[in-house]
């Protein structure tokens, strides 16, 4: 079985900066994906990524993709890394379409969505409940929709339903929306939404499909009749390919800032580790460092 220099596990941001960086320094590598772009596809009003005014996620990652593809970069697409194995000298990926050895690995796998956590929420998942704005907004025309999660994913999903539903309730638990000041003012002036603070959802109910949820909001319960619900209270690390590395109380992974891991020769780089802020633009610059990094942990083994 061949011996890759380099396997990195991830195409979001900071997956495919670091297969540029990697390219770059003629490292033999390949990158291991179940999808190019990661959660920037779900992104619709990008304004604080260096270079655009304004773009959105998916016009972002066809970007990425073009910048990529001038380097000729082995990307196996539609495959996904089930568990990453130490192999006497090297590492054992193994996925769902079979095993890689590697020297080193980059693990990219970045985040995916909290659920709420409450009674019938499988039951309506893709019958209402939906944890994702940009993929399913277009369903909801002219509908009642709420938005559950005031931080910065809450926020651009209200701004997306904006364009598209009759109206928009905003629920968020704390005493007020976490998002970024700039936009939390533009959504305070949309006629059509609603913001509901120190609110949290208690109860999901429907037949076939969603049709109201239950808020307990302080001593009130409130009952909101509608169409469809947009969960957006955050996201957990997709670390569970490996534990043999540190990692955090929230599961993410521990790096040093140079993405080394706590094991020799695996190396982790954007919203799986412990860095600090979760944004497009930190994560290619980790991507970049962790190539980087790889590219001088190879000259010394």
């Not at 990661?38 to 970007?63: A, H, M, R």
């Not at 995916?112 to 940009?134: H, M, Q, S, V, W």
């Not at 919203?271 to 980790?286: L, R, S």
Request: charged share 30%; proline share 2%.
């Amino acid at each position: 079985m061949k011996i890759y220099e380099l396997v990195i596990v991830g195409a979001g941001p900071a997956g495919l900066t670091a297969g540029i960086y990697a390219a770059r320094k003629k490292i033999d590598f390949i990158i291991i994906t179940k999808d190019i772009g990661g959660q920037t596809l779900y992104s619709w009003d990008i304004e604080n990524y260096i270079g655009y005014q304004f773009i959105t996620g998916p016009e972002l990652v066809e970007k990425f993709k073009l910048h990529i593809r001038e380097f000729n970069v082995d990307i196996r697409e539609n495959e996904y890394v089930m568990k990453v194995l130490k192999d006497t000298k090297n590492f054992r990926l193994i996925t769902n379409k079979g095993e890689y050895l590697t020297k080193t690995v980059i693990i990219a796998t970045g985040r995916k969505p909290k659920e709420l956590g409450i009674d019938n929420e499988n039951k309506f998942k893709n019958r209402g409940i939906t944890y994702c704005a940009t993929c399913d907004a277009p369903l909801f025309r002219d509908k009642v929709v709420a938005v559950i999660g005031g931080g910065n994913a809450g926020l651009d999903a209200v701004l997306q339903l904006s364009r598209i539903a009759k109206k928009i309730y905003l629920i968020e638990i704390k005493k007020e929306l976490t998002g970024d000041r700039f936009v939390i003012e533009k959504i305070k002036k949309i006629e059509k939404v609603e913001i509901l603070t120190n609110s949290q959802v208690i109860e999901v109910y429907g037949d076939n499909f969603i049709n109201g949820i239950k808020i307990k909001k302080e001593e009130d319960i409130i009952d909101l009749r509608l169409d469809g619900i947009f969960v957006e209270i955050g996201s957990i690390p997709n670390s569970e390919i490996i534990d043999f590395v540190e990692k955090n109380e929230n599961r993410e992974i521990i790096v040093d800032c140079k993405n080394n891991t706590s094991f020799p020769g695996i190396f982790a780089a954007g919203d799986v580790t412990n860095v600090f802020a979760k944004q497009i633009i930190v994560a290619c610059g980790e991507g970049a460092k962790a190539a980087i990094a790889v590219f001088e942990y190879l000259k010394y083994i």
